[in-house]
């Protein structure tokens, strides 16, 4: 264990010395279990979540997840944001919920297209029909429209199956990074592939959010929720993941260690996720840029105060601060 799970682990200690009971969270993710997931998985493998006096329990999502509005109708208490968006666009709705931690600095939402489509960027991209899924029509899609001039007549419906694609090798295909791409390789494609944040797209990823009354009477369970999930992440990313890797393959029947191990190794090469000591925080910066450029673009709605989406509060403190 290097010296940034270690540092982790003593602050767990400390926040463990203060629970006098397990408190119990279920937290819902957006998807299937996933190396995407795999901080959570790890915290929970390994202990980090029942050393900081928590009983929890990961409620995988799938292809029909709606983590924003089961948060807003109070189903939830705690979830996983997929983008920057959601939690902006409740904001502006009206919802009470705040982001208190961001598993990725960077989106790994990508474009694909087959090798031989003569395309170096997204801009290129526009005219082409493009597999999207439902969600992403209320997430990136409006950022691609405003930014590329892409149009709705683009629009072909992914249902999580790359087949339609592979088929029709003149299409786009959306995905992750650290996914749809292995999974195109294991069918002979090598695509070319584009990353959004690689081309100005400033979003989180993976984030933690929380309703308001739930922080409200429950903040020192939440903070510990972060900080034990913080060392899961340094620790699945920058240690042994096998832990986590077995409960992720446990809840989901179709995950193969082989793309688990694709997508540690994409994660990380890309830097996803940052590094060690940023994994899971958050700038204020990054925020207001990311507001200012989608409502700039009309991707966003004006006036609203991105400020009261996100709160730094129960991110663990940096070392050497009170």
């Known amino acids: 264990m290097n010296k940034f799970i270690c540092a982790a682990a003593f602050a767990l200690i400390s926040v463990c010395a203060n629970a006098q009971s397990a408190t119990k969270i279920t937290f819902a993710t957006d998807w299937k279990a996933q190396a995407e997931h795999g901080g959570f998985y790890q915290a929970l493998a390994r202990g980090y979540y029942a050393n900081a006096g928590l009983d929890v329990t990961i409620r995988p999502g799938g292809p029909q997840s709606d983590n924003p509005r089961l948060l807003a109708a109070g189903a939830l208490d705690i979830a996983m944001a997929s ?187 890309n830097a996803m996720a940052g590094d060690a000591v940023t994994v899971g925080t958050m700038d204020p910066a990054t925020w207001q840029q990311f507001y200012r450029d989608m409502s700039d673009l009309g991707a966003l709605p004006k006036g609203v105060d991105v400020r009261a989406a996100y709160s730094l509060d129960y991110l663990p403190k940096p070392k050497g601060e009170d």
């Open 83 to 269: 983008n920057s968006f959601q939690p902006i666009n409740m904001l502006a709705a009206g919802a009470d919920v705040k982001v208190v931690m961001a598993s990725f600095q960077k989106d790994p939402q990508v474009l694909m297209v087959h090798p031989h489509v003569e395309a170096t960027s997204i801009a290129d991209l526009k005219g082409r029909a493009i597999f999207i899924s439902d969600a992403a029509k209320a997430a990136f899609w409006p950022w691609l429209k405003a930014r590329f001039s892409f149009e709705d007549m683009q629009v072909r419906k992914y249902n999580y199956s790359l087949a339609p694609w592979l088929v029709n090798k003149e299409t786009v295909q959306e995905g992750y990074l650290s996914s749809e791409p292995f999974t195109a390789s294991q069918q002979g494609i090598i695509p070319k592939v584009f990353l959004f944040a690689d081309a100005g797209y400033p979003g989180y990823a993976g984030m933690v959010m929380v309703r308001g009354d739930y922080l409200k009477s429950n903040g020192d369970a939440v903070k510990a929720f972060v900080a034990a999930t913080i060392a899961g992440w340094q620790d699945y990313l920058w240690g042994d993941p096998e832990p986590g890797n077995a409960l992720i393959l446990r809840d989901n029947s179709e995950m193969t260690p082989e793309l688990l191990a694709y997508a540690i190794n994409a994660i990380k090469s």
